[in-house]
């Protein structure tokens, strides 16, 4: 390493929170599905910002729209309108077929925002008596950072030392629609879900389990919340996860690649009745659509349309889902994916995750482990067929050699 690099990494580790632990990679340019390192590295990106990036890095157009709008208005805050809010509705109603949005700024906004909307839908649509208002979420979940989220996590790194956390949320198991229906009760507002857990470890509930849970959420009068953050927007092979079941949540959440990883930009997508209860004054963000992210959303969402990304999400991820299961190893013991949201989990015996990712990085891959033993794959959505055999190469060397 050079002393350059030591030092960008010592002095984040000497001032910064260290409530990260990055692979010793510092990283100074992107273009498509590569970046490049402070020496001149390159390496291919298979972790995309988790997904933030599916547009790849440092996408022309959306960068031309970014710098047009910049010049031009940056923020006005919501007290007056501007150019490019009505503009950004109309295009991210027409994509995904809803009816009202909520713009708002991170993930986790996107998340909290919903927890608040499906409240006040409860107690003034479905008539839930104040205060007593359920929500249900799955175990192993993951929906961001806030105070409000963490709290119905059930992970203890995740929860430990910082509570006390908000009431009104119950855990059942993942891809379990019976303990769903056991669940739900005369209180239940919403089921907020992930239509595959990505940070738990890219997990993909049974067949038919969505199109199980929709049924006891309508019958019921729960309204459904899918968590499309991560999944939404083609990195599945669709333009939204909930189309592999054929079925439409009430509420969704998209985020991440709505920008193509220029700014945050995240947003609520509901039918009339749950945005429709909030009135002026009872929920804001100072720079929830502001009009330098509608530009860099709309062009976000274009390029993706455009450009055949959803699609091609869908080939690539098939091809690298297929290539990874045809590694012939005994450090494998499960190769899960849909569309380029992929993992590899390694059995207990072969080592931690984490040199595998260190071992890849050398190899000019970059790729992040999750819960020890998983390796998780999301490159860019432009990627090329030659690009992920370059790939499974490399992951094949790796995956066969020895690390326990
Ligand atoms: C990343 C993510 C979030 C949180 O988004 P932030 O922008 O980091 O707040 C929420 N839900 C899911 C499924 C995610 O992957």
Same mark, same amino acid.
């Given at each position: 390493? $050079?002393?350059?690099?030591?030092?960008?990494?010592?002095?984040?580790?000497?001032?910064?929170?260290?409530?990260?632990?990055?692979?010793?990679?510092?990283?100074?340019? @992107?273009? +498509?599905?590569?970046?490049?390192?402070?020496?001149?590295?390159?390496?291919?990106?298979?972790?995309?910002?988790?997904?933030?990036?599916?547009?790849?890095?440092?996408?022309?157009?959306?960068?031309?729209?970014?710098?047009?709008?910049?010049?031009?208005? /940056?923020?006005? $805050?919501?007290?007056?309108?501007?150019?490019?809010?009505?503009?950004?509705?109309?295009?991210?109603?027409?994509?995904?077929?809803?009816?009202?949005?909520?713009?708002?700024?991170?993930?986790?906004?996107?998340?909290?925002?919903?927890?608040?909307?499906?409240?006040?839908? =409860? #107690?003034?649509?479905?008539?839930?008596?104040?205060?007593?208002?359920?929500?249900?979420?799955?175990?192993?979940?993951?929906?961001?950072?806030?105070?409000?989220?963490?709290?119905? $996590? /059930?992970?203890?790194?995740?929860?430990?030392?910082?509570?006390?956390?908000?009431?009104?949320?119950?855990?059942?198991?993942?891809?379990?629609?019976?303990?769903?229906?056991?669940?739900?009760?005369?209180?239940?507002?919403?089921?907020?879900?992930?239509?595959?857990? =990505?940070?738990?470890?890219?997990?993909?509930?049974?067949?038919?389990?969505?199109?199980?849970?929709?049924?006891?959420?309508?019958?019921?009068?729960?309204?459904?919340?899918?968590?499309?953050?991560?999944?939404?927007?083609?990195?599945?092979?669709?333009?939204?996860?909930?189309?592999?079941? +054929?079925?439409?949540?009430?509420?969704?959440?998209?985020?991440?690649?709505?920008?193509?990883?220029? #700014?945050?930009?995240?947003?609520?997508?509901?039918?009339?009745?749950?945005? @429709?209860?909030?009135?002026? @004054?009872?929920?804001?963000?100072?720079? @929830?659509?502001?009009?330098?992210?509608?530009?860099?959303?709309?062009?976000?969402?274009?390029?993706?349309?455009?450009?055949?990304?959803?699609?091609?999400?869908?080939?690539?991820?098939?091809?690298?889902?297929?290539?990874?299961?045809?590694?012939?190893?005994?450090?494998?013991?499960?190769?899960?994916?849909?569309?380029?949201?992929?993992?590899?989990?390694?059995?207990?015996?072969?080592?931690?995750?984490?040199?595998?990712?260190?071992?890849?990085?050398?190899?000019?891959?970059?790729?992040?482990?999750?819960?020890?033993?998983?390796?998780?794959?999301?490159?860019?959505?432009?990627?090329?067929?030659?690009?992920?055999?370059?790939?499974?190469?490399?992951?094949?060397?790796?995956?066969?050699?020895?690390?326990?």
């Amino acid at each position: 390493m $050079s002393s350059s690099v030591i030092d960008f990494i010592a002095t984040e580790a000497r001032f910064g929170a260290r409530n990260y632990e990055p692979i010793g990679v510092v990283l100074s340019r @992107g273009e +498509g599905v590569w970046v490049w390192d402070t020496e001149g590295n390159r390496y291919l990106d298979c972790l995309s910002a988790y997904s933030a990036v599916s547009q790849g890095h440092c996408h022309p157009k959306i960068l031309a729209a970014m710098v047009e709008q910049a010049h031009r208005l /940056t923020l006005t $805050s919501r007290a007056f309108h501007n150019d490019q809010l009505a503009l950004f509705y109309e295009e991210i109603a027409a994509l995904t077929g809803s009816h009202k949005v909520l713009p708002m700024n991170s993930g986790a906004e996107a998340v909290e925002s919903a927890i608040k909307s499906v409240r006040k839908w =409860g #107690y003034e649509v479905k008539g839930v008596p104040d205060g007593q208002a359920e929500i249900i979420v799955c175990a192993n979940n993951f929906h961001g950072r806030t105070l409000g989220v963490v709290g119905f $996590s /059930t992970d203890p790194e995740t929860r430990g030392h910082f509570g006390p956390f908000a009431p009104g949320f119950k855990v059942i198991p993942f891809g379990d629609a019976a303990a769903l229906a056991e669940a739900i009760n005369p209180n239940t507002v919403a089921f907020l879900v992930e239509p595959i857990q =990505g940070e738990a470890g890219v997990v993909i509930p049974p067949a038919g389990y969505f199109t199980e849970v929709r049924e006891l959420c309508t019958a019921n009068n729960v309204m459904l919340v899918l968590d499309e953050i991560q999944t939404g927007l083609g990195r599945t092979g669709k333009l939204l996860a909930e189309q592999h079941e +054929g079925i439409e949540a009430d509420v969704t959440l998209l985020g991440k690649a709505l920008s193509g990883g220029f #700014y945050p930009v995240s947003a609520v997508l509901s039918n009339n009745d749950v945005l @429709g209860t909030l009135r002026p @004054g009872q929920h804001g963000s100072t720079f @929830g659509g502001n009009p330098l992210a509608c530009a860099v959303a709309r062009a976000a969402m274009r390029v993706l349309v455009e450009e055949g990304m959803i699609e091609n999400a869908a080939r690539q991820g098939a091809h690298f889902l297929k290539g990874l299961k045809d590694i012939r190893t005994n450090t494998i013991r499960e190769v899960r994916g849909r569309g380029l949201m992929l993992a590899v989990e390694l059995h207990p015996e072969a080592g931690r995750a984490r040199r595998y990712c260190e071992a890849l990085q050398a190899k000019g891959i970059l790729a992040k482990d999750t819960h020890e033993h998983t390796i998780r794959i999301a490159p860019p959505l432009v990627i090329t067929s030659d690009q992920v055999d370059w790939a499974l190469e490399r992951f094949a060397a790796i995956l066969t050699q020895d690390f326990s």
